[in-house]
């Protein structure tokens, strides 16, 4: 059997894109079971931020059901593959999305939110620092046998 994973690629990964993945796709899976839930929470943000009207909830929303969507498929890929790369790219993303509603939170001076969103942050960058210095022993390992 050939071993098709990308260099520094660690069983220990497996658990983290398995993880990425079911977040990402579950997140997007809510969005019909509690979308209603959200519409005043992002209604009440798109008027404190960019004073945006109702006509624009349901299109924001399903925007970013969509962008957690994609990111979890993308660390899907990244397992099936093997590759450490992708895997960081989607850590990256979520990394990314959490600081955009971070921003979000603080200009719509939403504290409880902005202590939520801060701490997946945190997570996923140790999940990210995890990554690279696993792939880092991984590939110093394979270069020593």
Not at 42 to 62: F, H
Request: aromatic content about 14%; proline content about 3%.
């Amino acid at each position: 059997m050939v071993d098709r994973s990308a260099p520094g690629w660690s069983r220990l990964f497996l658990p983290i894109g398995v993880f990425l993945g079911i977040f990402g796709v579950f997140n997007f899976a809510e969005l019909p079971l509690g979308w209603k839930d959200r519409q005043e929470q992002v209604g009440r943000y798109l008027d404190a931020t960019l004073a945006l009207g109702a006509d624009w909830v349901m299109p924001v929303i399903w925007l970013a059901k969509l962008v957690e969507l994609a990111l979890g498929l993308l660390a899907l890929a990244a397992t099936a593959r093997r590759d450490t790369r992708w895997l960081a790219a989607a850590v990256v993303g979520w990394l990314a999305w959490f600081t955009l509603f971070s921003a979000v939170d603080m200009w719509a001076a939403d504290r409880v939110e902005l202590q939520e969103h801060t701490v997946y942050f945190v997570m996923f960058a140790v999940l990210l620092g995890m990554i690279h210095v696993v792939s880092a022993v991984e590939r110093f390992l394979d270069a020593r046998r």
